[in-house]
């Protein structure tokens, strides 16, 4: 553990400025957030994300000083299913832009719906007690629900085997830290990825949200494997946008054919089906003995189970505490964004830093 900076931790720790690059943010491309939902990854586009994840990397590198950006802000976050990293993130992004919060954790026994009140009453609640909800919830259904009379912006944090598009844009802010040349419109062939993803997309929301995320990026990856236990893991829909997406794409069982051609490996196992928690896929584990490339990169949305062994922690391969440490500033963005706080970044923190990014569009 850094002892200066408690957010390094073991593993691969990218420089957020190297995703800053000339130092300019496009916040008039940005402000097309203010008092929208997000709800799913159709809703970004790759240019989107990058000015967000660069946001975010200005955030990350204290180059602006943070205090008071979402002060008289109040976000609800409302967890129907537990979480550690979710929840607890979207929390300390707004605590420490000095907004408030108020925390539902356990939504099912500490809302009205212990007795039987319908999500869209609570939305209609909801309105009136915060200025953003974050909600995760086991149906994926219940965005819908609680949206009907929902008026102040909804960030999905996650629904049910549905979507999970935050996780994807934190996936992404570790990428392009590490990489940041992703950015570009095409890089040459030798530069572009070859992504393997370990698991079922179409069962679980964070490689569904990922997936989906990538295929903006598809003028940088040279290729898509699915390694997956199930004969179709991705169900008709991402069939159909990876066919039209025209991105080289194949699926196997046996990660023993691709592993040592992986740039990124994109794993997870823990999914919500039904009405539990099932494992999927964790026949394929990760180790300090598996056959990476040197310079590979792992992400995993965790929590994680034994498809991925503590031993690569400390390993330049573990991209993932980066990848959970990073949704802080990320999270941070988009409330930014979405609750049109812009006008609070304060003008001498815009002239103490060196990096000269685009405020006039404001
Ligand atoms: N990545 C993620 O969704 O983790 P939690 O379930 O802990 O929120």
Known sequence: MNSTNPMLSSG???????LLGNGTINFSLLKKLVGKSITAVHQFDKELVCELCKFAALLECRKIRTYDILKGQIVITAF???STRTRLSFESAVLRLDGRVISIPEGARN?????GESLSDIGEMFNAYGDAVVIRHTETEALAEISKNLRVPLINAGNGSGEHPTQALADWFAILKWKPQMQSA???EEEQ??????????SMRTVNSFLRMSLLFKQNIRKITVVSELANPLGEELSDLLEQSGIVFEITDNINNVLSDLDVVYMNSIAFLGDSYRSLDSSFKLNTESELKKDAVVLHPLARLDELDSTLDETDHNLYFTQAHGAVFVR???FIAILDCFDRIPYQDR??????YELQTI
């Open 12 to 18: 691969l720790n990218p420089d957020p400025t190297d």
């Open 80 to 82: 129907f299913e537990p």
């Open 111 to 115: 809302t009205g719906v212990a007795k």
């Open 186 to 188: 095409q890089l040459p």
């Open 193 to 202: 990825i070859h992504l393997g993803i370990l698991g079922s997309p179409g």
């Open 332 to 334: 941070q963005a988009l």
């Open 351 to 356: 002239k103490e830093t060196k990096i000269e």
